[in-house]
C-alpha cells in the first residue's frame, strides 16, 4: 500500500480574484452613495414641508381663535421661529405668549427636539425652530388685515406675481444651499 505524502488540493481565492471582488465592491459602494444623499436630501424636504404645513396650520388655528395672527403690530414679516412666535403657539409661560394667547390653547407642539441651537427641531432653550438642516423657518402673515402678503421676490416670479400674493400665511425654509435664492431647494407651505 501506497502512502502519499502530499495534501489534497484546496481550491481557494487566489490575489488576482480577491482583487477583482473589492474593486467590484468598490464600484457599487460609489455608485450607491449618491442615490443615498438624494434620497436622505428628500426624506429632509418632506420633512421641511411637514413642519412648514403645521405652522401654517397653527397659525390658522390661533387666527381662528382669536381673530389675529400671534404677532404685535402689523408688519406681515418675515418673522423668524423664534422663542417670540413659538411661545406663543406652545401656550409657554411668558409675558408675549400670555397677552397673545389668553385662553393658554396650545396650537403646536414640537415633533423633534433639538440637543443644539443649529441643529434640526426645536430647541427648548432659545425656542428657534430650525429645519432639516438647522436653519430657521420663515414665517409671513398676513397681520394687517389686506388679504395679501408681500413675499421673497425668488417666489413671485415663480407665480407670475411681483411679489404680493392672496394667501394669509407663508411659511418658508432655505433649503439644502440655506440661501433664500433658488427655487428648486427652497421648500415652503404652498409647494
Known amino acids: 500500500m501506497k502512502i502519499s505524502l502530499r495534501r489534497p488540493l484546496s481550491r481557494a481565492f487566489t490575489l488576482i480574484e480577491l482583487l477583482v471582488v473589492i474593486s467590484i465592491i468598490a464600484v457599487l459602494a460609489s455608485i450607491s452613495v449618491p442615490v443615498t444623499k438624494n434620497v436622505m436630501n428628500r426624506a429632509r424636504s418632506a420633512t421641511v414641508q411637514n413642519d412648514c404645513m403645521q405652522l401654517q396650520n397653527a397659525i390658522k388655528g390661533f387666527y381662528n381663535e382669536y381673530y389675529a395672527y400671534p404677532v404685535r403690530g ?6 423668524e421661529t423664534n422663542s417670540d412666535l413659538m411661545d406663543v403657539l ?3 409661560d411668558s409675558a ?6 389668553r385662553r393658554k390653547i396650545p396650537f403646536w407642539e414640537p415633533s423633534k427636539m433639538a440637543k443644539k441651537e443649529n441643529l434640526p427641531g426645536f430647541h427648548p432653550d432659545t425656542g428657534r425652530l430650525n429645519d432639516a438642516w ?4 420663515e414665517v409671513y402673515m398676513d397681520a394687517d388685515d389686506d388679504s395679501s402678503l408681500t413675499i421673497p421676490s425668488i417666489y413671485g416670479d415663480k407665480f407670475g406675481r411681483s411679489g404680493r400674493i392672496k394667501r394669509p400665511i407663508f411659511v418658508h425654509s432655505s433649503g439644502q444651499d440655506k440661501k433664500f435664492d433658488a427655487i428648486k431647494d427652497n421648500v415652503s407651505s404652498w409647494d
Open 96 to 101: 408675549q405668549a400670555d397677552d397673545l394667547n
Open 74 to 79: 402689523d408688519s406681515e414679516g418675515p418673522y
Open 134 to 137: 438647522g436653519q430657521i423657518y
Open 90 to 92: 406652545m401656550s409657554a
